[in-house]
């Protein structure tokens, strides 16, 4: 089956531009995660959903970063005011039911850079 | 707070020699360890996990971990690597009632003919 699927696969912007990332996970998976790479990092948690709600966001850096599954299923991470810092690879994972125990499938990755 | 340290950020190796990829973690709290592997231009694939019972974990392309609690390590292993295992090796954690994953900074392993 298709796993999990991210667009766009790059994206150049400018500082101070607005950004939209776009996840769509593994059909049936409730339990959707972001997190950030940055070169020469591993991935870093941004923020969890189960279901529709952000269960646990403890991982946006600023109020610049935002995040929505409305309907449970496609994410959207949203960034404001876009920083040169905010360049980074961002990833996007599902797992079948959450649980710190669970795999969670990685998508491709959107790859950033603010100019 | 875990944190995960990886101590080799590359590991040049030859074919059909043995590699260990270093892992140590640090938390408070009872554990979950996973490597995930990146290949060469894909996304982060799972590779193996512990999360209870036999501290001997292994993978179907003949990797192997062990969770050594006293030492806080999960050090990866394979007694002979192929070329194909080039890739970039990442350690994880994650606890109960937590569910993220805390990665390492990744491991390149890079085998040579």
């Known amino acids: 089956g298709a796993g999990v699927s991210q667009t766009p696969s790059n994206k150049v912007t400018e500082k101070g531009k607005y950004v939209e990332l776009r996840c769509d996970p593994i059909?049936?998976?409730?339990?959707l995660y972001w997190y950030r790479q940055s070169l020469g990092q591993g991935p870093e948690f941004l923020i969890y959903?189960?279901?529709?709600?952000?269960?646990?966001d403890s991982g946006l850096p600023n109020d610049r970063f935002f995040a929505v599954r409305p309907e449970g299923s496609v994410s959207t991470l949203k960034i404001q005011r876009t920083e040169r810092g905010d360049s980074a690879v961002y990833l996007c994972?599902?797992?079948?039911?959450?649980?710190?125990?669970?795999?969670?499938?990685f998508g491709p990755g959107t790859r950033l850079t603010v100019l | 707070a875990q944190s995960v340290t990886q101590l080799d950020s590359q590991v040049p190796v030859f074919e059909e020699a043995p590699v260990e990829l270093r892992c140590n973690y640090s938390?408070?709290?009872?554990?979950?360890l996973f490597w995930y592997v990146q290949y060469p231009n894909q996304g982060l694939q799972l590779l193996l996990k512990?999360?209870?019972?036999?501290?001997l974990v292994e993978s179907i392309n003949g990797f192997e971990a062990e969770f050594n609690k006293s030492q806080t390590s999960f050090h990866l292993r394979k007694p002979s690597v192929h070329i194909s295992d080039t890739a970039e090796y990442f350690c994880?954690?994650?606890?109960?009632?937590?569910?993220?994953?805390?990665f390492g900074k990744g491991t390149k392993l890079t085998v040579n003919p």
């Open positions: 994972a599902s797992s079948e039911a959450g649980g710190s125990y669970n795999e969670q499938f």
């Open positions: 059909s049936g998976h409730t339990a």
């Open positions: 959903f189960q279901g529709t709600g952000a269960a646990d």
């Open positions: 938390s408070s709290v009872s554990v979950y």
């Open positions: 512990y999360l209870s019972g036999s501290t």
């Open positions: 994880a954690v994650s606890s109960r009632g937590s569910e993220k994953l805390v």
